[in-house]
């Protein structure tokens, strides 16, 4: 399952020449869309059933003041345009959002307007872990996570609707296990010339 860096993306272009490509994946295009706007979709629901109710209100004479109602009907719509606008950046969303798991790191790539990247080295995770909401189970997906007890922004670290995701999770624990326990390895007991320093990580 690994493969070399081919540049063919900005964020394989910070992939050093030494780093090798475990696993290169994006999020499953109809689930990733579905559980970015599901949240926005409930929400203006909820708001339209308002807007109707003012519209009806206007209608039959029980808002007196009509600039008081023009001002609730603005109010109700910031969500439906907020709505509006995720659909519109939706694709572009997808589009943008790219994980790359190497022999080294992890690396994440995302953003609706602007590209943004994260990267993750796998001495600063503190666990990972599967999950699935019920919009993934319905697209036979998953998300893993990256818990990383020094970050704030945990959401930044994480792999949304992947297939095969039980295998995906199988290789980057056994990456983290194996990287994780060479690193904490007690020095004392490393020898003068240790032949393991600086030597290549190849996952079986």
């Known amino acids: 399952m690994q493969e070399r860096s081919t540049g063919n993306s900005i964020i394989e272009r910070l992939i050093n020449e030494d780093e090798t490509i475990i696993w290169k994946g994006k999020p499953q295009k ?3 869309k579905l559980q970015k706007i599901m949240p926005y979709l409930i929400i203006s629901l909820f708001f339209g059933t308002g807007i109707v109710g003012v519209i009806k209100a206007i209608i039959e004479g029980e808002i007196e003041l009509f600039t008081m109602g023009i001002i609730m009907l603005s109010l109700l ?30 690396f994440f790539q995302y953003g609706q307007i602007f590209v943004r990247y994260n990267t993750l080295y796998y001495k600063d995770i503190g666990s990972v872990s599967l999950y699935k909401n019920a919009i993934e189970n319905m697209f036979h997906v998953g998300s893993i996570n990256f818990y990383v007890p020094s970050s704030l922004d945990h959401n930044s670290h994480r792999f949304y609707c992947i297939e095969n995701v039980s295998q995906i999770y199988s290789i980057i624990q056994k990456a983290v296990i194996d990287i994780q326990t060479d690193i904490e390895y007690p020095n004392q007991l490393r020898p003068d010339e240790n032949p393991g320093y600086n030597t290549q990580y190849r996952p079986k």
Request: proline share 3%; aromatic share 12%.
């Open 30 to 32: 109809k689930a990733f």
């Open 77 to 106: 719509s910031i969500p439906i345009i907020i709505l509006l606008v995720n659909l519109f950046t939706l694709e572009r969303s997808w589009n943008n959002e790219l994980y790359i798991v190497t022999d080294k790191r992890i």
